[in-house]
T-cell receptor, first 114, second 115 residues
Framework: EAGVVQSPRYKIIEKKQPVAFWCNPI?????LYWYLQNLGQGPELLIR????????DSQLPKDRFSAERLKGVDSTLKIQPAELGDSAVYLC????????????FGPGTRLTVL | AQSVTQLGSHVSVSEGALVLLRCNYS??????LFWYVQYPNQGLQLLLK??????LVKGINGFEAEFKKSETSFHLTKPSAHMSDAAEYFC?????????????FGSGTRLSIRP
């Protein structure tokens, strides 16, 4: 069974440019997460989806970040415009959303903003 | 609010030696606890989890962790380190009352293995 797929794996952009990340969760996983991981830190939740509904976006900087999960499967995270401080790894994870909360992570997208 | 504290951002052990990575948690409700491993340029992989059953939890790759409520700890151990264990390890906490609640990760411990 395929794991969580993310693309691109690496992205280098100049500040003020837009950027988008894509995630395809494990088939059948209703819950999808986007995390931000700064160097030397643990992942921090940006947004959590239950099917197509964003149920927790309290940590998403809504002035520049947006996300969508049309049809409750794939998801896209966008930053517009990007800032230097956005350089980080963006991780996507998915889970069945049942007891125990086991999340399966994708390899992440490493963003570098110049 | 829940949180985890990982003691030691970097741990170095010799190959064959005991691995001990420390994690203390804070939670006002019964917790779920996790250890994840992250190899370079990869996502996180679940090593093991505690979900209020047995307090000694065995995971993959020979790792295990013991839930100690009195000490609010969930330390990760492995009797004999292998070179392939070199990675970043994250302790994480969730809670039993939400079916898919937020997992709070610690800041991680980088494990190095000396030949």
């Amino acid at each position: 069974e395929a794991g969580v797929v993310q693309s691109p794996r690496y992205k280098i952009i100049e500040k003020k440019q837009p950027v988008a990340f894509w995630c395809n969760p494990i088939s059948g996983h209703n819950t999808l997460y986007w995390y931000l991981q700064n160097l030397g830190q643990g992942p921090e939740l940006l947004i959590r989806y239950e099917n197509e509904e964003a149920v927790d976006d309290s940590q998403l900087p809504k002035d520049r970040f947006s996300a969508e999960r049309l049809k409750g499967v794939d998801s896209t995270l966008k930053i517009q415009p990007a800032e230097l401080g956005d350089s980080a790894v963006y991780l996507c994870a998915s889970s069945l959303g049942r007891d125990g909360n086991e999340q399966f992570f994708g390899p992440g997208t490493r963003l570098t903003v110049l | 609010a829940q949180s985890v504290t990982q003691l030691g951002s970097h741990v170095s052990v010799s190959e064959g030696a005991l691995v001990l990575l420390r994690c203390n948690y804070s939670s006002s409700v019964p917790p779920y606890l996790f250890w994840y491993v992250q190899y370079p340029n990869q996502g996180l992989q679940l090593l093991l989890k505690y979900t209020s059953a047995a307090t000694l939890v065995k995971g993959i790759n020979g790792f295990e962790a013991e839930f100690k409520k009195s000490e609010t700890s969930f330390h990760l151990t492995k009797p004999s380190a292998h070179m392939s264990d070199a990675a970043e390890y994250f302790c994480a906490v969730s809670d039993i009352y939400s079916s898919a609640s937020k997992i709070i990760f610690g800041s991680g411990t980088r494990l190095s293995i000396r030949p």
